[in-house]
């Protein structure tokens, strides 16, 4: 079943709470975004994983370097899910694995600026599972989601995740891509309406999944 993931980011602490509250019944997935752990560090991990016990936390720690601890940091606090960047030394991605295999957790491998299928190849032979297709913020002043990011991931056996500037007028293309989750941000926390919108995003995904 394709999951929607809410992403908070660059947002006061009150207002990622508020958010979520608004939206917890049509998401699946919550994100704490790297901009918001820079901020507040651990503890919003952990309060947000003590106010949401039954959904899935991921915490976008973008990971480059020392991946055991982080890793490690992120899961002890509540994470389900953890991010490194796929442009990390080998070895730091083999931490992060190791890390989350040992904690029955998971890690997800941002691939952020990776341009070249082989890279992906290499990082599922090193046992990546899972990696994030990520427009960044600032790229998406000049392009959007397009068959390119998809090509990343073609014939290989690894679950996706989708972000960057996903709307509800977007999403049917990049449904029919059939990423395992699809991850929302200011579609989501710059709505007039967060609760509506993201039930227009959950049914939309349901009725053409």
Known sequence: MMKLQLALDRLSWDRCFQLTEDVQESIDIIEIGTGVIKEYGMAIVREMRKRYPHHIILADMKICDAGKHEAAQAFEAGADIAT????APQA???????TARSLQKEMMV???GVTEPQLVQELVQLGVTFVGLHLGKDQQKQQQIGSELFDLVEGLSVR???AGGVTLKSLPDIIAYQPNVIIVGSGLTKAEDPHTMAKQFKEEITRNV
């Open 92 to 98: 730091t991605i083999i931490e992060t694995l190791e």
């Open 84 to 87: 490194v960047m796929a442009f």
């Open 160 to 162: 996706t995740a989708v």
């Open 110 to 112: 941002d691939l952020l």
